[in-house]
């Protein structure tokens, strides 16, 4: 089993930045592709961005190409995203997935998805 616990969400005032953070615990997560997924106020939970295993490749969701960027680090099973130029409608929880599928696009999929964290809020102000 794989437990994820995200960190570093907030307030933040538009086109200012946040970081966020998800660790895993129980066992390594370094062969495993690791998505964020965020789910805003009455909406379904949808796609943001994915990392491969490596970290050396990656898949954004049109909505925020260019201004978030996920990244990893395997010796410390942690996965994070920087989002930078904030907007209001950014706002929502922000969950951190863990998929075995080692194909990076396939993360796209809420399928593929074999392990969620709980969340962490973020919430950009106007």
């Known amino acids: 089993q794989v437990q994820l616990e995200e960190s570093g969400g907030g307030l933040v005032q538009a086109g200012g930045s946040l970081r966020l953070s998800c660790a895993a615990s129980g066992r390594s997560i370094s062969s495993y592709g690791m998505a964020w997924y965020r789910q805003a106020p009455g909406k379904e939970r949808e796609f943001v961005a994915a990392?491969?295993?490596?970290?050396?490749?990656?898949d954004y969701a049109d909505s925020v190409k260019g201004r978030f960027t996920i990244s990893r680090e395997n010796a410390k099973n942690t996965m994070y995203l920087q989002m930078n130029s904030l907007k209001p409608e950014d706002t929502a929880v922000y969950y951190c997935a863990v998929g075995t599928d080692t194909r990076v696009w396939v993360m796209r999929s809420r399928s593929a998805i074999d392990y969620w964290g709980k969340g962490t809020l973020v919430t950009v102000s106007s």
């Open positions: 990392v491969s295993w490596s970290g050396g490749m990656t």
